[in-house]
């Protein structure tokens, strides 16, 4: 069937905004993914070079992705990808306990309902493999199932449950190593106690779920402590550095303080 909301169907070429949002979804998923990792400076051009990104959808997304806490302006320097550091995890837990509660009270339509259940029964399907690809698809069904329990929230939840899950998206790729892999704990719980408008029922299962990324985190750590506390100990370095490096450009040769009266 001929679709006209393709957009393969328009005689036009992709404008601005088609280009901003492929920029955006690239490098979102590249902040994400750890691509860029946590920490990292990067300039424009950089990025433009190893992604094939215009500057102007370059721009746009870098400004959507600091609005966000993805990324911050380095000021004549470019762009960094925010460090993740023990207290900012500790942070993202803490905030998913609370903001998830609300999509403890959504209603689903019926399309919506028989949408989470297929995908549901696929993450039942996917629980028992352990191929790479079983898992991201996994991962992908779980984010999809939030989505639209999200979708049935109000602007603001919706928008700061999002932006969470992407946070805890990034921490996970940040501390995951090959003995170590998140997998998400099954939503059947939770879409039953939706379905019943169980809403103690229905928190329990959120709580499960946050529970569960904390253990992963906790066991992460253990298993490679260096991979936050290496964050702090480099720029606790780097300011010992500059420190030095300030107080020895207003000392003299002999350490005495350099005369700022010409002779």
């Known amino acids: 069937m001929y679709d006209r909301s393709s957009p393969f169907t328009s005689p036009q070429p992709p404008g601005p905004t088609a280009k901003s949002a492929v920029a955006l979804q690239v490098l979102r998923h590249a902040v994400l993914t750890c691509e860029l ?22 721009r746009a997304a870098l400004q959507v992705l600091v609005a966000e806490g993805l ?5 004549r320097q470019g762009w960094q990808a925010k460090p993740i550091t023990g207290a900012f995890i500790g942070d993202v837990i803490t905030a998913r306990r609370q903001a998830e509660a609300a999509i403890t009270y959504v209603e689903l339509t019926a399309s919506e309902r028989e ?7 696929l993450a039942a399907a996917l629980a028992g493999r352990q191929d790479p690809q ?22 603001f939840q919706r928008k700061w449950l999002r932006e969470l899950w992407d946070h805890s998206q990034r921490v996970v790729s940040f ?5 170590v ?9 939770l879409f039953e106690a939706l379905a019943a408008s169980d809403h103690a029922g229905a928190t329990a299962e959120i709580l499960r779920e946050v529970d569960h990324l904390e253990t992963f985190v906790s066991c ?3 298993r490679h402590p260096d991979a936050v506390l290496g964050q702090s100990q480099k720029r606790s370095a780097r300011r010992s550095r500059v420190q030095k490096l300030t107080s020895s450009a207003g000392k003299g040769s002999r350490g005495e303080p350099r005369s700022t009266v010409k002779s």
């Open 37 to 58: 990792a946590p920490g990292a400076a990067f300039s424009e051009v950089e990025v433009e070079t190893r992604y094939r990104l215009g500057r102007a959808g370059v």
């Open 71 to 75: 990324v911050a302006p380095l000021p």
């Open 115 to 121: 949408r989470v259940q297929t995908l549901v029964t």
């Open 134 to 155: 079983a898992l991201v698809t996994a991962r992908v069904t779980d984010r999809q199932i939030l989505d639209i329990l999200a979708a049935r929230t109000n602007w």
């Open 175 to 179: 501390l995951e190593s090959g003995e």
């Open 181 to 189: 892999q998140y997998r998400p704990l099954s939503r059947e719980g």
């Open 220 to 222: 992460a750590l253990l």
